[in-house]
């Protein structure tokens, strides 16, 4: 039988199964994504068919990205072990009963149960996908292009679940944005056997169960404390939390170093490479999540869009990611990573300064436009900063180096909600309260929903003043957010960058280790 090589790294390169099998792959990583930004278009219709409280609300709302970024590393770790098909199938079984189960939901405790359940699923799917990408594309080059695709079909889940939400949501009940996800399940469950082949640490090692533990606790913590950052402000219960997290999370290390058979390998981390890769991925994503916090926001307060017309108008940034994505992997042959990764940094900054600097209540193009320029660059750093980590740590460890992956983004994505989301709140009621209006309500100055809200109560004339404050008001805080999103991409560029200047533009040598 003939092998297929690659004439300059004499590595296997991938078949038209493997091809395939990719294309399987990138499902779960697309619905995964989704699962997220989908529930916000839901959320309205579950607000008044199951009448939450506040405090119901806010778990059916935070529960699922809770739950996965706590338990990708110890699913990535559970993966090598057992084998990352394996896992991959088991996870698109609870996937796919926590949707039916969340589509049929008759109460707030039972949609929680169902999210919960959803992210367990979540978070064994993410991991896998890409820890099965690792094992399947050898060849550098092919890899880079499969991560490619794969960072395609992740980010754009977000940006396309707002827009199958609203699509289902005009014709059917809010079940149905759960339903969706069943036939992909089977499909997944069918063609996984045919198409991907199983892989895993062929040494068999042990699972860390006090490993797990400890990351699982010391990541519900970090995370659940930024969430608390995000919605209360600097408080105590928030700050003993995140005391208690990141004193977990030294133990945690501690062990890992100690342990006979680690569930991530800490040593990882002395690489620049995998620690410059991670870190891209962290503070990207924090920036990116600052954003896309008000994106849609300021498209339907501000701009008066409806749902769908929202996520439509935001389509164009599911290219920019598209392009930057292809861009990045097509450019990693002659250029080194740290290059690219600190150029792509750069255009997304240069995008957030502009947003920042030409934001007007009444622009909306403007602010497209330089999202979209944003994304591409992000597109340029997430493909190159995923290939890195899979391609630094030891194939064996595959799924352990696309959970930390993983997390980082997930965190990052808690950092950013908290961070930018305590300056936006922050900008908005400075302004209001500076620029208030004669008999406007104390409450109006909370959020812009809350003016919107207490606008639909008011006499015409002064009912149209509020919404003309709150809506400058709220564009001023987008602004501020998004000049503080850009300094914060400039410092990642220069740290990235410097961490991965000595990385080759070649990254792996026959054998298909990093160097």
Not at 80 to 97: E, K, N, Q
Not at 170 to 194: C, D, H, K, Q, T
Not at 209 to 227: E, F, R, T
Request: aromatic share 6%; proline share 5%.
């Amino acid at each position: 039988m003939n092998v297929r090589t690659n004439p300059v790294a004499a590595t296997p390169l991938a078949t038209v199964r493997q091809w395939w099998g990719l294309v399987v792959l990138l499902l779960p990583a697309l619905l995964v994504s989704m699962d997220i930004s989908i529930l916000f278009i839901a959320g309205p219709a579950l607000s008044r068919d199951l009448a939450p409280t506040a405090t119901q609300w806010l778990w059916m709302m935070d529960s699922y990205s809770l739950v996965v970024a706590a338990l990708l590393v110890t699913m990535g770790s559970l993966a090598d072990r057992i084998g990352r098909r394996r896992l991959l199938m088991t996870g698109s079984v609870a996937f796919g009963a926590a949707s039916a189960l969340l589509a049929f939901a008759p109460s707030p405790e039972l949609f929680v149960a169902g999210r919960v359940l959803l992210a367990v699923g979540a978070a064994t799917l993410a991991p896998s996908t890409l820890a099965l990408v690792r094992s399947m594309f050898l060849d550098a080059d092919q890899r880079r292009k499969a991560v490619a695709a794969w960072t395609i079909a992740f980010t754009g889940g977000a940006v396309l679940g707002p827009i199958l939400g609203g699509l289902l949501l005009e014709r059917f009940y809010w079940g149905s944005v759960f339903l969706i996800n069943l036939p992909v399940m089977v499909l997944l469950l069918i063609a996984a056997p045919l198409l991907i082949p199983e892989s895993k640490n062929p040494g068999g090692a042990r699972f860390d169960i006090p490993g797990a533990l400890l990351s699982l606790s010391s990541l519900v913590a970090l995370v659940y404390a930024m969430k608390r950052f995000a919605e209360h402000g600097s408080e105590p219960e928030a700050w003993i939390v995140l005391s208690g997290g990141l004193a977990l999370l030294v133990c945690f290390i501690l062990w890992q170093r100690r342990a006979a058979h680690p569930l991530i390998d800490v040593e990882l981390f002395r690489r620049p490479a995998f620690t410059g890769a991670a870190l891209a991925n962290l503070l990207a994503t924090v920036a990116m999540t600052g954003l896309g916090l008000l994106a849609f926001a300021l498209l339907q307060s501000v701009h008066g869009m409806s749902p769908l017309h929202a996520g439509l108008v935001a389509l164009p940034t599911f290219f920019g990611t598209a392009g930057g994505a292809v861009l990045g992997s097509a450019l990693a042959r002659r250029i080194r990573p740290g290059a690219i990764v600190a150029a792509g940094l750069t255009i997304a900054a240069a995008a957030m300064a502009y947003i920042g600097l030409t934001m007007q209540p009444g622009s909306v193009w403007a602010f497209l436009a330089g999202y979209v320029v944003l994304t591409f660059g992000i597109g340029m750093v997430s493909t190159l900063a995923n290939s890195l980590i899979l391609t630094t740590a030891p194939s064996e460890h595959a799924g352990a180096a696309a959970s930390i992956s993983e997390t980082a983004i997930h965190l990052g994505s808690s950092l950013g909600i908290a961070g930018f989301g305590t300056i936006s709140a922050t900008v908005y009621q400075r302004h209001m309260e500076d620029a208030s209006i004669p008999g406007m309500p104390a409450d109006a100055t909370g959020s812009i929903g809350a003016a919107e809200a207490i606008a639909a109560e008011l006499p015409g004339a002064q009912a149209a003043q509020l919404l003309d404050l709150a809506t400058t008001a709220f564009s001023h805080s987008v602004a501020a957010v998004a000049l503080a999103a850009s300094a914060v991409l400039v410092a990642a560029a220069i740290v990235t960058g410097t961490l991965l200047r000595r990385v080759p533009s070649t990254t792996t040598t026959t054998d298909g280790h990093a160097h």
